[in-house]
């Protein structure tokens, strides 16, 4: 399988991918092609709308269906359009997406349509108790969805530590608990969370929560959630130190236990992904900079193949 960009006419990155309609669909983020100075809050991230791309095979050609939602359309939100994710129900598909809203503070969305490459209709507020950035929405055998979501830094998941807003809240000092990746229940409709959002706690296999200083395996942003064999695998970024990791639980609520490394770093800053099954076969999408020459703002999805071991951990792979 080749490792080129998926497209190379716009920058994407953060790809969730889903088969719908017996094809593989990828909700990525829209980089833009701007000069702008990057900082560790993300302001270069200034994306501004979402377009959906699909394979007939994942080693084929993609085909970008244009633009499926854009900034001006969601009355909420002010800026920076970041990393989504889709999910389908009764005939209806969903688009999520985190933005900041008029106070600069990010909350998820919800865009609905009938077509999985949309044009999508966002709701006129965001999901109600959404914070912080990069929802995955997962899908359970039983029909329940579930919302994981959460991002250190300029995703503001440390703004949070009572439930309250603090714009200058800082990341736990080395010693203290990590921070967790956040949980919900989705309602019937898709469109709130019916739970509150919960930490979806990452052990160590001795059953210790990982501390704030474990930089290579803690979590960071960018989760994502499958199932393979009955067993749920919570993967996500570690932001910082450039990786892509795993941890694994019986519940898709967690507790979850570490299991390793996904990807080695790739070119830029940033890691982020989905795993998705098509036809029998496993893979992995992620994004680099390589086509803008590292530039960590303009990214491109790539696709390749994953591979499970025996005993159910993830082969490494390098980008
Ligand atoms: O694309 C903007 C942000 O960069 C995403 O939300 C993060 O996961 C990181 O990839």
Known sequence: ?????????????????????????????????????????????QMTDYHVLSQAQPDGPATDHGEALHLKQVPWASRQMWAPDAAFKDGKYYLYFPARDKDGIFRIGVAVGTRPEGPFVPESQPIKGSFSIDPCVFR????????????????QLQCWP???FVADAKTPPDGQLALCP???????????????????????????????????????????????????????????????????????????????????????????????????????????ATLSGGVSHRRSVKVQELFYEADGSIREMVP
């Open 182 to 288: 956040k949980v919900a229940k989705l309602s019937a409709d898709l469109l709130q969370f019916a739970t509150v959002p919960q930490d979806a706690v990452i052990r160590d296999t001795a059953g210790v929560p990982l501390k704030a200083e474990d930089t290579t395996r803690r979590y960071f942003e960018g989760p994502w959630m499958h199932k393979y064999k009955d067993t749920y695998y919570l993967s996500y970024s570690t932001g910082d130190t450039h990786l892509l990791v795993y941890a694994t639980a019986k519940s898709p609520m967690g507790p979850f236990t570490f299991g390793g490394r996904i990807l080695s770093p790739v070119v830029g800053w940033t890691t982020h992904h989905s795993i998705v099954e098509f036809q029998g076969r496993w893979y992995l999408y992620y994004h680099d």
């Open 1 to 45: 399988m080749t490792r080129k960009p998926l497209v190379s006419h716009i920058y994407t990155a953060d790809p969730s991918a889903h088969v719908f309609e017996g094809k593989v669909y990828i909700y990525p983020s829209h980089d833009l092609d701007l000069e702008v100075e990057e900082n560790d809050l993300g302001d270069q991230y």
């Open 162 to 164: 009572t439930g309250k």
């Open 140 to 155: 359970d055998d039983d029909g329940q969805f579930y919302m994981y979501f959460g991002g250190l830094w300029g995703g």
